[in-house]
Every structure is written in structure tokens, then in C-alpha cells.
């Protein structure tokens, strides 16, 4: 398993109303867009509309997956996010993802759960909570309504516009941390701008995360 070298940022999935027609090409497929998606980022958020058409049966989907894993190069990382209803069949996926090359390239997972305290670990890949009511143990981090817990994430479900406010958020979440980490930058903000993310990820840089 990989891990990251500089802090990384993300959005869950890549294929929202807020800023996908800004950001894609308008004559480029959609089937295309996650191949696009990662000229510009690093780090994909996974959510589990996508990975749960991976598995069939009990084997990978020759095409579903296929098509996923031809737009990943080496110089990707995945996050897989899933939700509690969905965390029997990601311990199902994980072990057969462990056997292609795409199990190399995934840094953790990211479960928002409330109803039952998960394993730290699923096959292997350090987990991250998301959670309103349960935490962990050990290092945690209060994103909005939400407590991060476990492998450490920065959760921003709410992103600011301002420059200033972005590199606020950030620093106060590296505060957190024991030791300076490279870490993954998750944004779940439905209605975040692409102009704003790419702001937040040269804030990242001036930083030096």
C-alpha cells in the first residue's frame, strides 16, 4: 500500500452539478470525466455509487472495473467512502481488490457511521470515522457537526471562498496532528466552485502541506 507524499486534495466523486460544466470540457463524454479528473487531481474520493458496481458475484466486474481502473496511473491515490449500510460488501471488495494493481493505489477508506463502532482497519487499509456520535480513541478532528476520528482526514463539507478562511481551516486541522502528516483533503460541499478548489489547493501548497 502507497501513501501520500504532500497533503492532497480532493472532491467526493467527480461528477457535480456545481462545477462540472466549468470544469469539463463541453464536448468531452461523460464517460470520459474521470480521466480527465485526474490530469488535475492526484487523490480521487471514491464515493460508493462508483465501487459498488466492482464486485460480481464473487469476482470484479470485467467492465465496471476495467473502465475505473484504465484511468488510474501510478501516480494516483484512491479513498474508498462508504456508508454503514454499505460496509458489509466493502469488506467483501477489499480482499479481491488486494490482488490488482489498483490495491497498491488505495491509501484507506472512509466509513461515516453512527450506529455501531467499526475496526480501525478493513483487510488491511487504515480506516477513517465520520461520525456525529461515535469516536474513537486517539487523535480526532471537529469538522462542521461531524467528528473525524481514527486514520487522519480533513473533512470539509462546508468550503470557504476566502483565501484567508481556506488557509484557517487547513492550519487548524494540521494543529492537530501530533506530527506533521501528509494527509487527503476530502471536500463533500455540494455547492463548492471549481475556482474555489483549485484556490484551496495552491493555499495547500503555499503552506508547504
Known amino acids: 500500500m502507497k501513501t501520500l507524499e504532500n497533503m492532497e486534495i480532493s472532491t467526493l466523486g467527480w461528477m457535480s452539478s456545481a462545477w462540472q460544466s466549468d470544469f469539463y470540457p463541453e464536448d468531452l463524454p461523460s464517460e470520459w470525466f474521470f480521466d480527465y479528473y485526474l490530469n488535475y487531481f492526484r487523490l480521487a474520493c471514491v464515493p460508493a455509487s462508483e465501487w459498488l458496481q466492482w464486485r460480481v458475484d464473487n469476482g470484479l466486474s470485467s467492465t465496471a472495473f ?77 469538522a462542521g457537526e461531524l467528528t473525524v476520528s481514527g486514520a487522519p482526514l480533513c473533512w470539509i463539507s462546508e468550503l470557504p471562498t476566502n483565501g484567508r478562511e481556506q488557509s484557517q481551516l487547513l492550519k487548524s486541522f494540521m494543529q ?27 493555499v495547500a501548497e503555499l503552506l508547504g502541506y
Open 176 to 202: 492537530s496532528l501530533a506530527e506533521p502528516l501528509a494527509v487527503p483533503v476530502c471536500i463533500a460541499d455540494e455547492n463548492a466552485q471549481m475556482s474555489d478548489i483549485r484556490n484551496l489547493q495552491t
Open 66 to 142: 476495467a473502465n475505473f481502473a484504465d484511468c488510474v496511473n501510478q501516480q494516483n491515490r484512491l479513498l474508498l467512502v462508504a456508508g454503514e449500510a454499505d460496509f458489509d460488501e466493502l469488506q467483501r471488495l477489499l480482499p479481491l481488490l488486494q490482488c490488482t494493481s489498483l490495491g497498491e493505489q488505495l491509501i484507506g477508506v472512509l466509513l461515516q457511521a453512527e450506529g455501531h463502532l467499526p475496526p480501525q482497519s478493513v483487510a488491511g487499509y487504515p480506516l477513517t470515522l465520520l461520525s456525529r456520535q461515535l469516536q474513537w480513541p486517539g487523535w480526532s478532528w471537529q
